[in-house]
């Protein structure tokens, strides 16, 4: 039963950080008057006791790149009992991609109590390291081509 939990939401995971990214895409102009009220509604979301709204308010506020949520997704990252918010909390502030935040996401990986938390971490920080290095070196992409992102 651990195993298929663990399973699960590695997989999850996964699936949310080759997703592609709402913040980069042009947002409808509505979606553009309401951004605040989004924001707002998603930054209470994060305090609720209910795991699946929190764990969905915390993915959007990274998909939004969402710098007002950094704090409360570093406290969840922190100290929440729900090992699936902790995750997605660490995908999105790497997402946010401040330095705040990845560099408690590379602390994460390196110190929290959950060894999956911990693993899954250190991916996204890896990631986010190779992601930095191809931009930065884009003649390399080529050589790292039979890498599944």
Same mark, same amino acid.
């Given at each position: 039963?651990?195993? /298929?939990?663990? /399973?699960?939401?590695?997989?999850?995971?996964?699936?949310?950080?080759?997703?592609?990214?709402?913040?980069?895409? &042009?947002?409808?102009?509505?979606?553009?008057?309401?951004?605040?009220? !989004?924001?707002?509604?998603?930054?209470?979301?994060?305090?609720?006791?209910?795991? +699946?709204?929190?764990?969905?308010?915390?993915?959007? /506020? +990274? &998909?939004?790149?969402?710098?007002?949520?950094?704090?409360?997704?570093?406290?969840?990252?922190?100290?929440?009992?729900?090992?699936?918010?902790? !995750?997605?909390?660490?995908?999105?502030?790497?997402?946010?991609?401040?330095?705040?935040?990845?560099?408690?996401?590379?602390?994460?990986?390196?110190?929290?109590?959950? &060894? +999956?938390?911990?693993?899954?971490?250190?991916?996204?920080?890896?990631? #986010?390291?190779?992601?930095?290095?191809? &931009?930065? #070196?884009?003649?390399?992409?080529?050589?790292?081509?039979?890498?599944?992102?």
């Amino acid at each position: 039963m651990k195993t /298929l939990k663990v /399973l699960s939401i590695v997989l999850f995971s996964f699936l949310l950080l080759s997703s592609t990214s709402i913040a980069s895409q &042009e947002l409808d102009p509505v979606v553009k008057a309401k951004y605040k009220t !989004i924001e707002a509604n998603l930054l209470v979301g994060l305090k609720s006791d209910n795991d +699946g709204l929190r764990i969905s308010c915390a993915y959007y /506020l +990274g &998909e939004m790149k969402s710098e007002k949520a950094v704090v409360d997704l570093l406290k969840i990252l922190r100290d929440d009992d729900c090992y699936a918010a902790r !995750i997605i909390a660490a995908l999105s502030l790497i997402k946010i991609d401040n330095e705040q935040s990845v560099y408690m996401v590379k602390r994460t990986s390196l110190f929290n109590d959950f &060894e +999956g938390v911990r693993k899954m971490s250190e991916k996204f920080y890896l990631s #986010h390291l190779l992601k930095k290095y191809l &931009e930065q #070196h884009p003649e390399k992409a080529a050589d790292l081509a039979y890498i599944n992102f």
